[in-house]
Nanobody, 112 residues
């Protein structure tokens, strides 16, 4: 079993930045693909960004050029740097590993 714990969410003004972190338990983090997802009430959870074990990244069109996913295998942690935030980025953000374990989520609210 893999436990994932997200942190770094909060309230930020439009145009601001946040960095989310997701810390994973276990010894095999480096071989997992990892992803960040988000969900707003009444809508399906959607993939925001993913990163393979070798570091290849993929992004949703809505966040390309603004968000960056990265990982630190020494710290068993995956990050999501979010810049130029927009109100439509408001959601609960979840991380997931390729074994289909999910974190508990962290709220991101973009509002003036």
């Amino acid at each position: 079993q893999v436990q994932l714990v997200e942190s770094g969410g909060g309230l930020v003004q439009p145009g601001g930045s946040l960095r989310l972190s997701c810390a994973a338990s276990g010894r095999y983090f480096s071989i997992y693909a990892m992803g960040w997802y988000r969900q707003v009430p009444g809508k399906q959870r959607e993939l925001v960004a993913s990163i393979t074990s070798s570091g290849s990244q993929n992004y949703a069109d809505s966040v390309k050029g603004r968000f960056t996913i990265s990982r630190d295998n020494a710290k068993n942690t995956v990050y999501l740097q979010m810049n130029s935030l927009k109100p439509e980025d408001t959601a609960v953000y979840y991380c997931r590993c390729s074994l289909n374990y999910w974190g508990q989520g962290t709220q991101v609210t973009v509002s003036s």
